[in-house]
């Protein structure tokens, strides 16, 4: 199975969630770095993503929609605080008002992907993913978020 | 905008409170029953009253509740809270395996596109 560890520290609001890819760590590393890649997994199938800017650089803003069924696009943003290309990629991420700036009402979260080379060219990722509060969980899971939850469900049920 | 500043008190206070590793521990032992603040203080090489101190700083974060019985304060973790935010993160892993499990179809049907870096 692709997920091989997950941790949920409800207290510090924060989820772990670790992988391992049977794939050099170059081409883990391209599908956060070609955003035409990243659209292809980054949000479900029934919400993709568009990344309209995307540049993993510190300091960068990385802008892209969503575009659901109804043909609405909720707009979201990331900002970049550090990449050491292919180990780390660290970002806040959060939405976007309707003129695409970040959001200064709206709550953001902080990620932390990291890369490792594993014996026999397996490439381990974890992802860190902290909210600021119960009330940003809240917000960011029901906006956006958890219609591709819903979509996705049968998807997540043949996983488990 | 009295109201987001209020949040914001709240969430550094929250982050303040769970910053000590003693104040994380008693929140996890609070979290199965009431415990007293000097059964607390028996754990922790500490003396009674930089318990309470831990104790006060927590109900104020809102982790825990404070109860008098008698002589004793009983304090147990707001597990509503604790539960909620458990919740939440339960949605949150489903969405990540989801998002990992087409990260790890495109790593296998795309494998030349890694080349171009």
């Known amino acids: ?160 | 905008m009295v109201v987001d500043y209020l949040d914001d008190q709240r969430v550094d206070r929250l982050f303040h409170a769970l910053a000590d590793a003693t104040r994380r521990d008693i929140v996890r032992r609070a979290l199965s029953g009431e415990h007293s603040v000097s059964a607390l203080a028996g754990v922790y090489p500490m003396s009674f009253a930089a318990v309470q101190k831990h104790v006060a700083v927590l109900a104020a974060a809102g982790l825990v509740t404070k109860r008098a019985s008698g002589r004793e304060q009983l304090v147990s973790t707001d597990v509503q809270s604790i539960r909620r935010a458990t919740a939440l993160l339960d949605e949150f892993e489903a969405l990540w395996r989801e998002r990992m499990d087409r990260f790890a179809a495109l790593l296998d049907s795309a494998p030349n596109r890694g080349d171009q870096t």
Request: charged content about 20%; overall charge negative; glycine content about 8%.
């Open chain 1, 1 to 160: 199975m692709t997920v091989t560890y997950v941790h949920k520290d409800a207290q510090a609001r924060t989820l772990t969630i670790t992988s391992e890819f049977s794939a050099p760590i170059e081409h883990v590393w391209q599908l956060w770095q070609d955003p035409r890649l990243l659209e292809r997994w980054w949000g479900p199938p029934t919400y993709p993503a568009t990344f309209v800017d995307h540049e993993l650089r510190v300091g960068s803003v990385v802008n892209y929609f969503m575009t659901g069924p109804g043909g609405d696009q909720p707009r979201a943003w990331w900002r970049v605080l550090d990449v050491e290309e292919p180990h780390l990629l660290r970002f806040d991420s959060g939405f976007s008002d309707e003129d695409g700036q970040p959001s200064t009402t709206m709550p953001f979260m902080t990620n932390r992907v990291t890369l490792s080379e594993q014996p026999g060219g397996v490439t381990r990722m974890a992802i860190e993913t902290t909210f600021s509060s119960d009330g940003d969980m809240e917000k960011i899971l029901s906006m956006g978020m958890e219609e591709g939850m819903m979509a996705a469900q049968s998807q997540i049920d043949a996983l488990l």
